[in-house]
């Protein structure tokens, strides 16, 4: 056995990453009041967006937007409901490494906010959330929309209390620039999460303490490297011990996924996906085997669960419900060696052998280090592996192989009509192009989509990205935990800010388009290239199929028929009916993801047809 201590044992130092490149911005003239210092520190990381609903006690804020604007500075994106923003964030966070900033007036443009916020507290999304409050010296007095904590009120603060890491009303123009250092640095610190500031309009609207932002933020908010060296070393063993190992990847991981893989082909490992990390590999990776958990792959929980595997090393995985198998025993016990970068995780794994805590692409860079000092012949058997990270393997008809099965291989393949989901998720990865972003809203749709939707070509476009927030979201998106409706939608939009020479595809069900399909024309107003695929079944499907299969009362689930084209036409977008396969391959696809537009498909499918949630249904069945 090969010792690796003497190799990774020296100290990692602690150096914070390049900052993000970025053109200089224009200043505005002077910076004379509360609300314009705020927009300084924004810019000194990078904001370009605040994403949001004007209204009067927030107008001082958006006044201060105007100003900036006018100097080409930060841009006010008016969603068209809070929680709308708020998932804008998300997806805008998550595809460039910026901090998502969303702002909402008194009363219940605060508490619209609420859901968005909760969603990204439980995925860890970096988020800073900027409410008003009334003028201080009305507090108490039953002024409109009066949300602090007079007997009288709403009080908001609480409210946010416990969904951000972070939670302060500023109630002084001197603990201004305090607060803002104090609720960024708190957004990128593990664990990280939306913070809270909340402004009297008072406030907002005083003179600045100061002409010149005191505190630089790039540092601040700065990731570090630093690694459990003793853990690593340890790891280090076990990887070059010659037992059989998985490996499980999380989307914790999605700055070293470089490394990972390299790791993964230098030593001949199998490994699997949770449904968060999907989108970060290639599905046709040979020695990929598919996603474990929720409506994943029988390969991969074979995978995971086969005898003769020694260890699995989960890497940034969360192990909730729905990435663990439902707390499945074999990823809590002494084959597992858990590494992650936020500690909090660990508690869900107590009987692991071995935790790792640190920096996971400089853990996985000093692996690579010794790797590339050896000859490999002790870990391959006696030759080196000739394929790279990237390598996807041709199959005899030309197109990629893949090595883990689904379900049903026979009903991405069926044109019966009206087309069946498993057909349309193949047809929508052989049709865009490579470099299109997927995200998946909650219900059925997010379970078609995590089984089904491998996409044909797939490029790593944004690989070791210079990020000092080291957020990266890959080619497929979901929001398991909290999972709320109409997520997708908001984050897809997000996406598009983001990536807006990428298509970005939003896959949704007929129920979240109801409930937040008005963001369509968010799309719409800022030419953006995102394709809205609303699976309309005319039911709320998850629920539905649930109900069957836990023998539970169809009660519930019934929609009216609703042509959401027809919708989508009369908000001025433009939209196809697709009732069959031949309908979705004979759209102009080259056009649609390259105009600067929006694009809906009102996709009728097989209403029978049933998702893959076996793990969520037979949780609900032990649990009655």
């Known amino acids: 056995m090969l010792n690796l201590k003497s190799k990774i044992s020296e100290k990692v130092q602690s150096k914070p990453e390049s900052k993000p490149e970025s053109k200089p911005e224009s200043k505005p003239e002077k910076i004379y009041l509360v609300s314009d210092l705020l927009l300084s520190y924004l810019k000194q990381i990078g904001v370009k967006y605040v994403f949001g609903i004007p209204g009067g006690a927030i107008e001082p804020l958006y006044d201060a937007l105007a100003r900036d604007s006018r100097t080409g500075g930060i841009q006010s994106i008016v969603a068209r409901h809070e929680t709308g923003a708020a998932f804008m964030c998300d997806g805008y966070t998550s595809n460039t490494g910026v901090l998502g900033v969303c702002c909402a007036t008194t009363g219940p443009g605060a508490t619209n906010l609420i859901t968005g916020v909760a969603s990204a ?3 860890q999304i970096p988020m800073l959330v900027i409410t008003a409050q009334t003028p201080m010296e009305t507090w108490g007095k039953g002024g409109f929309q009066e949300s602090n904590s007079s007997e009288m009120g709403v009080d908001t603060m609480k409210l946010f209390e416990h969904i951000t890491r972070f939670n302060y009303l500023v109630s002084h123009v001197n603990q201004v620039e305090q ?6 640095r708190k957004a990128f610190e593990s664990p990280k999460g939306p913070v809270h500031l909340s402004f009297p309009s008072d406030v907002f609207k ?6 010149t932002p005191a505190y630089n933020l790039a540092p601040i908010v700065s990731s570090s ?3 459990d060296e003793q853990a690593v070393s340890q790891l280090s063993d076990f990887l070059t011990s010659g037992y059989k190992i998985a490996f499980a990847i999380g989307d914790g991981c999605a700055d070293a996924i470089d490394e990972i893989l390299e790791v993964v082909t230098l030593l001949n490992i199998t490994f699997v996906t949770t449904p968060h990390g999907k989108g970060l590999v290639s599905p046709y990776h040979p020695l990929y085997r598919g996603v474990m958990g929720f409506a994943g792959h029988d390969i991969a929980n074979q995978v995971i669960t086969d005898p003769s595997v020694r260890f699995i090393v989960a890497i940034g995985a969360r192990f909730g419900e729905w990435d663990s198998n439902r707390w499945d025993p074999a990823l809590n016990g002494s084959k597992l060696l858990h590494v992650s970068s936020d500690s909090g995780f660990f508690a869900r794994t107590p009987g692991a052998k071995l935790h790792v805590l640190g920096d996971i692409k400089s853990i996985f860079g ?6 590339s000092e050896t000859t490999y012949t002790e870990f391959t058997g006696g030759s080196v592996l000739s394929m790279n990270k990237n390598t996807i393997v041709q199959g005899s008809n030309g197109k990629p192989t893949r090595y883990f099965e689904l379900i049903d291989e026979e009903k991405p393949r069926d044109n019966s009509v ?18 299109t972003k997927y995200l998946a809203d909650v219900g059925s749709s997010m379970a078609w989509a995590i089984h089904y939707c491998h996409p044909y070509k797939w490029v790593q476009t944004q690989a070791r990205r210079k990020s000092h927030t080291k957020v990266w979201s890959g080619i497929f998106r979901t929001c398991l935990e909290f999972s709320s409706m109409g997520w997708a939608q908001g984050a897809a939009v997000g996406t598009g800010f983001a990536c807006k020479d990428d298509p970005v595809i939003c896959i949704t069900g007929d129920g979240s388009c109801l409930m937040s399909g008005a963001e369509l024309t968010t799309a719409l107003q800022h030419n953006l290239t995102v394709i809205f695929v609303v699976l309309n079944d005319s039911s709320l499907g998850m629920v539905e199929h649930g109900q069957k299969l836990t023998g539970a009362e169809q009660i519930g689930v019934e929609l009216p028929e609703v042509s959401y084209s027809k919708i989508a036409k009369a908000m001025g977008i433009d939209a196809y009916t697709i009732r069959s396969p ?10 649609i993801a390259n105009k600067r537009s929006p694009t809906l498909l009102d996709c009728i499918i097989d209403r029978n047809e049933v998702p893959p949630i076996g793990l969520r249904t037979n949780a609900i069945k032990e649990s009655s």
Do not use: C, W
Request: net charge positive; aromatic share 6%; hydrophobic share 40%.
């Open 206 to 211: 005083a003179n600045s303490p100061t002409t």
């Open 418 to 435: 009206p087309i069946k989901p498993q057909r349309l998720m193949r047809l929508l990865t052989r049709k865009f192009p490579h470099n």
């Open 179 to 184: 607060m803002i250092v104090s609720a960024i």
């Open 366 to 371: 000093k692996i690579l280090d010794y790797l």
């Open 582 to 591: 031949e309908d979705l391959m004979g759209l102009d696809v080259d056009r």
């Open 225 to 227: 490297q630093i690694v």
């Open 121 to 123: 507290y439980v995925n």
